[in-house]
C-alpha cells in the first residue's frame, strides 16, 4: 500500500450522507472529511445521531443517499485497518481470559477468526499492551479488572489490529476522573501517529484534548470543525450551557 503523507492526507471522507428509519431523518446532508493529523470529537445530544453517524464511518449502516469513502474505497471493504473501542464491553467475569488473550483478539481482523497466531502477533500484541500500560497485568484474568484498566485493555485490542484510523463511543461512560485523565494522555500520544474519531455527549472532556470538534443534531451545525462557540452548541442541545 503507498504511504500516505501525514500532513494534510484524507483519510475518510463523507459526502452528502442522508441516513433514514422508517421515513424518519437520523441523519442529514452529512459533509465531513477526517485527516491524518485529525484528533475529531463529535458531540451532540443524545438521540442527534452521533451513534448512527460512527456506524456510517465504520461502514455498518450503508446511508440512504450519499457516499462513504475511506482511504479510496468503501469502509467495509477497509474495515481491518479501523480500530474500534466501543462504549460497553460485555463479558462473563468468570470467564477464564487473560488481559492478553483478549488483546490477541484484535489480530483476528487481520486473518478471520480460524487464524493462527504466530510469533508476530504476539509480538505486536505485546507492544500494544506496553503502549497501554498494562504489560505487566498481560496473564491477569480480565474479570479482576477495574472500569479503566478494562478500557485500555480494550485500547490495547483496537491497536493491535494496527489500525490506520481508531474510534471512539462514549469513552468516558464507564470510567472515573482519575483514569479519564490517564486515557486522555495515552490517546494524545496515539494521536501523533494514528488520526482519531471520538463520539460523546461529554463536552467537558471533549473539548479539552481534541483538535476539532463537529457539533451534531441530525446534521452538523458548525462548518469549520475547528471548535464551536456557544450559540452552536446551546441550539445543538436546545439548552442553555457553560463554556
Do not use: W
Amino acid at each position: 500500500m503507498k504511504k500516505l503523507n501525514r500532513v494534510n492526507s484524507e483519510i475518510l471522507r463523507l459526502k452528502n450522507i442522508c441516513v433514514q428509519y422508517n421515513n424518519a431523518t437520523v441523519l442529514e446532508n452529512i459533509n465531513l472529511s477526517v485527516y491524518k493529523t485529525d484528533f475529531l470529537g463529535v458531540i451532540g445530544p443524545n438521540g442527534g445521531g452521533k451513534t448512527t453517524l460512527l456506524k456510517v464511518m465504520l461502514g455498518l449502516i450503508r446511508p440512504t443517499t450519499g457516499k462513504v469513502e475511506f482511504l479510496g474505497n468503501n469502509p467495509d471493504k477497509k474495515q481491518k485497518h479501523m480500530g474500534y473501542v466501543p462504549q460497553n464491553f460485555y463479558f462473563d467475569r468468570t470467564f477464564p481470559i487473560s488481559v492478553r488473550d483478549v488483546v490477541l483478539m484484535g489480530r483476528l481482523a487481520r486473518g478471520g477468526l480460524l487464524k493462527k497466531f504466530n510469533d508476530n502477533d504476539k509480538k505486536i500484541v505485546d507492544n500494544a499492551l506496553e503502549k497501554v500500560g498494562i504489560y505487566t497485568i498481560k496473564d491477569r484474568q480480565i474479570g479482576q479488572l477495574s472500569g479503566g484498566q478494562i478500557q485500555r485493555v480494550l485500547i490495547a485490542r483496537a491497536l493491535a489490529t494496527e489500525p490506520q484510523i481508531l474510534f471512539f463511543d462514549e469513552p468516558t461512560s464507564n470510567i472515573d476522573r482519575r483514569n479519564l485523565k490517564l486515557i486522555c494522555s495515552l490517546l494524545k500520544i496515539i494521536n501523533k501517529n494514528i488520526p482519531i474519531v471520538i463520539v460523546s455527549h461529554d463536552i467537558e472532556y471533549i473539548s479539552t484534548f481534541v483538535n476539532k470538534i463537529a457539533c451534531l443534531n441530525k446534521r452538523l451545525l458548525n462548518k469549520n470543525l475547528c471548535g464551536v462557540n456557544k450559540k452552536t452548541i446551546e441550539f445543538a442541545y436546545n439548552c442553555s450551557v457553560n463554556l
